[in-house]
């Protein structure tokens, strides 16, 4: 296997987490302020980003190659549970965190809580063509989770 090949899946894995996380960025820099759980949804992605450089140094071994599928397949798996549990709340399926929709725990003025404008993590912001973002950023993931599953199973079982 050369050195581009063995590189090609953790590129498409990073490359795909880069891809949501710059979106999202894009939509929160054009103005379209986050919700507590699309933050949340957020954090898989930056722990996986944070093996971006080590994976272009180290894959060649063996034993990084085992460690960065299993924190690959962990962190996509985190972003599917996260992308459906808020998939779940913007359909009414379950209750969202008591910090979604504007519940505030310390306030200093009454001026502060009229300029606060949290979103609810129940409505959708955007919807585009039918689904909320949470619904394309879980449908984003899912592959992600399947190629880390087929990392990992090629790096625990051949040689």
């Known amino acids: 296997m050369t050195r581009f090949s063995a590189l090609f899946l953790p590129a498409v894995i990073h490359l795909g987490s880069i891809a949501v996380v710059g979106s999202a960025w894009a939509y929160q820099f054009a103005g379209l302020m986050p919700c507590i759980l699309c933050l949340q949804q957020r954090v898989p992605h930056y722990v996986l980003l944070a093996f971006l450089v080590p994976t272009l140094l180290l ?8 460690l960065f599928y299993i924190v690959a397949t962990l962190t996509m798996g985190a972003a599917v549970f996260l992308a ?40 959708p912001t955007i919807i585009w063509p039918g689904l909320s973002m949470a619904t394309w950023h879980l449908l984003a993931v899912l592959p992600l989770l399947g190629f880390s599953l087929f990392g990992l199973r090629r790096a625990l079982f051949t040689r």
Do not use: I, N
């Open 59 to 66: 894959f060649r071994f063996s034993l990084y190659r085992k």
């Open 84 to 123: 459906g549990k808020h998939v779940g709340v913007e359909y009414g399926w379950w209750m969202g965190p008591m910090s979604c929709g504007g519940l505030v725990e310390k306030m200093t003025s009454p001026d502060q809580l009229f300029t606060l404008e949290r979103p609810d993590c129940s409505k």
